[in-house]
C-alpha cells in the first residue's frame, strides 16, 4: 500500500458516529505507529481534507471533502436518483430502507430513509458496511467482483454473536444469496436488527452498490420479510434503471421463481 494510499485510508474511520478521533485513536483503529499516522495527517490537513478542532485537539474532516462530495453528486447525482424509491420502500415495509454503492472494495453508505410507522426503528449510523457483516456487504460480495470475497474473508471481525466469523460461514451465505437472489443478515453486524438486501446495477453492467431493509428483529415475521424481498425488487429495478443500468439476466430469473416478484414493474422497461 503507498503512503498517498495510506493516508487517504483515514478519511474513511470518520462517520456520523464517529465524527471527531484523536490521535492516539486514530493509531489504535488504523493499527499504524504514532509517527506515521501524524505525518499523515498532516499531509491530510495541508489539503483541507482534514482539520483539527482547536478545542478538542480531535481531527475531523475538512472542508476539501464536502467540496468534492458536491462535485461528485453534482456529476454523478446517484443519491438524488435513489431517493425516491427508498422513500417508497420504507412507506411499504413499515422498516428503515437504505443504499450503499461500492467503491474498490469498500462499501459505503449514500442515503437512507426511515419510516415514521414505529416509534422504534433501525437507524444506520455507519459510513462503511462490512462486508462479512452487513446484508449489503454480503449482497455485494455474492453479486459483485470475485475480489470482494477476498477483501471479506480478510477482515472477519465479529460484532454479535451471529457474525460469520469463518471463510466456510461467509461463503454459505454468499451462495445463498446468489440462490435467492437477496443478501440476508439476522443480527450479524447490530443485535435486534435483521437486514435483507438486493443488487443494484449501473451503466457500465457491473455491481454498483446494494439497496436494504433494516428491520427491528422483533417484529420480523415471514409476511413482513415477503413485503420486504418484493418491494426490493422493485427499488433495486427502479435504481438500476435510474442509474443506467438493468438487472442481470440471471438475478432476474432468480427472483422469477420465488413469490415476491412484483408483477407491476417491469425490469425492461
Known sequence: MSS???ALKLLSYFSTARPEIGLTQLCRIAGRDKATTYRHLQALETAGFVEQNPLTKHYRLGPAVMQLAQIREATVPR????KSALAALADATGETAHVTVLSGTTLYGLC???SPRHGTRAVIDISIFPL???ASGQCSVAFGDPSLLEAAVA????FTASTPT???DLAALIETARETGFACANQSYESEIQGIAAPIFDHTGHLAGAVAVASVASRHTAELEHT???ELITA???ITRNWGGKIPTQIEAVWAKSDTTPNALDSTQ
Open 166 to 168: 469463518t471463510h466456510s
Open 228 to 230: 420486504i424481498k418484493s
Open 79 to 82: 443519491k438524488a436518483s435513489a
Open 132 to 134: 462479512h457483516a452487513t
Open 236 to 238: 433495486a429495478r427502479e
Open 4 to 6: 498517498a494510499t495510506k
Open 112 to 114: 437512507d430513509c426511515e
Open 155 to 158: 477482515n472477519l471481525e465479529g
